[in-house]
């Protein structure tokens, strides 16, 4: 019984018009449905809400809720703001260039593309302040591989020193 996908994941937005017309017109996604509560199914407290869902072409879903009544939303100030993203695939670098040129025409600011060894990335903002990844895979079978075997290793080495071997071997022999 194993996990098939990820369904959606869920975030807070400002509002669930603009979010709709942000994700639709700049990352293609589909605006799929929105539902609209006064109270909440799990919980039963009455919270005035609207949940969008903006779909993927593996039927995946990047969903919002927009709460009214509620207090604006904080960023953690213990997380730096880099941690905590969104990151999307795209189907080639050449498709990273076309996304960022048309959110650098849209106003937006972006950074990268940058290049992690095994995918190559763009981050921007959406209109809620979300810091968002568009990434192409750029790996080799044979760098995925070597991923894949040196993943238990490392995380051994992580869990008792807490820091990056000083030579990670895998990213320093696939860096040009």
């Not at 018009?17 to 605006?31: A, C, I, P, R, S």
């Not at 199914?41 to 779909?55: A, K, L, N, Q, V």
């Not at 080639?92 to 992690?116: A, F, Q």
């Amino acid at each position: 019984m194993p996990i098939e996908r990820l369904h959606h994941v869920a975030y807070r937005c400002l509002d669930a018009k603009k979010t709709v017309e942000f994700y639709e017109g700049y990352l293609d996604l589909q605006f799929d449905s929105a539902i609209a509560e006064n109270i909440v199914p799990s919980t039963g407290e009455r919270y005035p809400h609207i949940h969008i869902f903006m779909r993927m072409p593996d039927g995946s879903s990047v969903a919002f809720f927009e709460l009214p009544e509620s207090p604006a939303a904080i960023v953690d100030p213990n997380t730096p703001f880099w941690v905590q993203h969104l990151a999307l695939k795209v189907d080639s670098p050449s498709s990273l260039i076309s996304y960022k040129t048309r959110l650098e025409e849209g106003g937006i600011e972006v950074l990268g593309p940058i290049n992690h060894t095994f995918c190559e990335s763009l981050y921007f903002k959406d209109p809620n302040g979300h810091r968002l990844e568009l990434t192409s895979d750029i790996a080799s079978e044979e760098l995925l591989q070597k991923m894949e075997t040196e993943a238990r290793p490392l995380l051994e080495i992580w869990d008792i020193t807490r820091e990056a071997p000083e030579v990670n071997a895998l990213h320093a022999s696939a860096r040009p």
